[in-house]
């Protein structure tokens, strides 16, 4: 998993290039109109909105456009769009598995943008239920480590019912059941330990390892299907060593 998770790490970075070019905006929105939409628009009596408004704050997207998602979502504000979420499934170049997460309100449109980011970069469609059966849903709370040990974190969520507590060398990753995501959450507050997200997530409990050149065909390939605007998320079942990370840069 390290791999993997280190990954994770290295998009974290990279979505503050994204922010800059406005993509990651306008995903945080979406998903801060569609908690609204589903949960109502009050953060303390939805966990997700909850979620979804940190997540959009802690990457700098402006309060006005985030009050403006949630009126938005409950209805108070004209102007929302009836997004539905769909999975698609598929592979990458090396027989890695992916799990496309979209958010749209355009069925034919993602899907077309989705089929032609595989056919053009080595992957493929893959029947339903081909690859999902290879990930898990999981909690997963991303907390940084200025100012914190992993036996803070550990001391803090153990009882919350966190499974694991990974080091992703900037961060830690914790893991749970998505039933037990807010109570993490939570505990980390009581303690005082700063998270940069929490949120449910797909973890692979397969995973194939890449070389460089391997590594490189799947990043470029999951970075053309996050370019989609309808793309919300794309879950792999890849692992790197370190030393390809690197290389790779």
């Known amino acids: 998993m390290s791999g993997h998770s ?22 945080l929105i979406k998903n801060v109109e569609v908690a609204a ?20 704050k802690k990457n700098s997207v402006p309060n006005d456009n985030i009050d403006r998602a949630v009126k938005r979502g409950s209805g108070l504000e004209a102007g929302g769009a009836d997004y539905q979420t ?29 089929r032609t980011a595989l056919t053009r970069n080595g992957g493929s469609f893959a029947d339903a239920g081909s690859v999902s059966y290879m990930f898990s849903r999981k909690g997963v709370v991303i907390v940084p480590k200025a100012g914190t040990t992993e036996d803070d974190v550990m001391l803090a969520v153990l009882d ?5 507590v990974n080091d992703l060398d900037e ?3 914790v893991v749970s059941e998505p039933g037990d995501l807010i109570a993490v959450r939570t505990a980390l507050q009581d303690a005082g330990i700063e998270y940069e997200s929490a949120e449910s997530s797909l973890i692979p409990s397969v995973t194939v390892p890449l070389d ?4 490189r065909k799947i990043f470029k390939l999951i970075d053309v299907l996050e370019d989609s605007d ?10 790197v060593s370190d030393e390809v990370m690197a290389a790779v840069g």
């Open 6 to 27: 280190k990954w994770a790490t290295t998009k974290h970075k990279k979505a503050v290039i994204d922010a800059k070019r406005g993509k990651m905006f306008a995903k």
């Open 37 to 56: 939409r589903t949960g109502g628009g009050d953060p303390a009596g939805n966990p997700t909105l909850y979620d979804a408004i940190q997540k959009a």
């Open 86 to 114: 769909i999975m698609y499934e598929g592979y990458g170049p090396n027989g890695v598995a992916l799990l496309i997460e979209c958010l749209t309100d355009n069925r034919n449109r993602a899907a077309t943008e989705v």
């Open 160 to 164: 919350a019912g966190a499974e694991e």
């Open 171 to 173: 961060a830690f990753e």
């Open 212 to 215: 460089e050149e391997g590594a």
């Open 230 to 239: 309808d793309v919300q998320n794309v879950y792999a079942n890849f692992d």
